[in-house]
T-cell receptor, first 114, second 111 residues
Framework: DAGVTQSPTHLIKTRGQQVTLRCSPK?????VSWYQQALGQGPQFIFQYYEEEERQRGNFPDRFSGHQFPNYSSELNVNALLLGDSALYLC?????????????FGAGTRLSVL | GDSVTQMEGPVTLSEEAFLTINCTYTATGYPSLFWYVQYPGEGLQLLLK?????DKGSNKGFEATYRKETTSFHLEKGSVQVSDSAVYFCALSGGSYIPTFGRGTSLIVHP
């Protein structure tokens, strides 16, 4: 049973460019969340998708957008990249959402903005 | 808003030592509490959780008790191993059902 898979593993971009990160959830999961993890920090919630709709959004600008496909996979898009966008981007999947829902994380995409 | 505060790391221990990593939280209502662990080069994985006051979560020798009176969820293990070296994250899930994570505590265990 494959867990959460993310691609690519590493990415290098320059300021002003756009980037797309991809995530395949754990089999059977229907909810995907995206997090940004800066070096030495905990994951910060970006947004969550359920039934192809953005269900919740954290405190991130509109440059961050996403999409969920009918097969539950998801993409994170970041426009007009800034140096401060350099981070590890984590995708997590779950079966639905609730107070005790366990999230299953991928290994992440390391984005470097030069 | 919700927040989680963890003790600063790194925590450096010898094998078989006792481990405590402190975690306190601020939240409205009755959140669920979690400990996640991140091994080098991997994503976070759930270590244990507790969903109501006085619940004890446990897994792989690690334990944490949900203390509402002190708003704490400290992680403990009686005898650590080198393989426990990782970064440990305390997290809570409140009314929005979105986890709020602490900054993480790095644990280094020497043989």
């Amino acid at each position: 049973d494959a867990g959460v898979t993310q691609s690519p593993t590493h990415l290098i971009k320059t300021r002003g460019q756009q980037v797309t990160l991809r995530c395949s959830p754990k089999s059977g999961h229907d909810t995907v969340s995206w997090y940004q993890q800066a070096l030495g920090q905990g994951p910060q919630f970006i947004f969550q998708y359920y039934e192809e709709e953005e269900r919740q959004r954290g405190n991130f600008p509109d440059r961050f957008s996403g999409h969920q496909f009918p097969n539950y996979s998801s993409e994170l898009n970041v426009n007009a990249l800034l140096l401060g966008d350099s981070a590890l981007y984590l995708c997590a999947s779950s079966l639905g959402f609730g107070p005790a829902t366990i999230q299953y994380f991928g290994a992440g995409t390391r984005l470097s903005v030069l | 808003g919700d927040s989680v505060t963890q003790m600063e790391g790194p925590v450096t221990l010898s094998e078989e030592a006792f481990l405590t990593i402190n975690c306190t939280y601020t939240a409205t209502g009755y959140p669920s509490l979690f400990w996640y662990v991140q091994y080098p080069g991997e994503g976070l994985q759930l270590l244990l959780k507790a969903t109501k006051a006085d619940d004890k979560g446990s897994n792989k020798g690690f334990e944490a008790t949900y203390r509402k009176e002190t708003t704490s969820f400290h992680l403990e293990k009686g005898s650590v191993q080198v393989s426990d070296s990782a970064v440990y994250f305390c997290a809570l899930s409140g009314g929005s059902y979105i986890p709020t994570f602490g900054r993480g505590t790095s644990l280094i265990v020497h043989p």
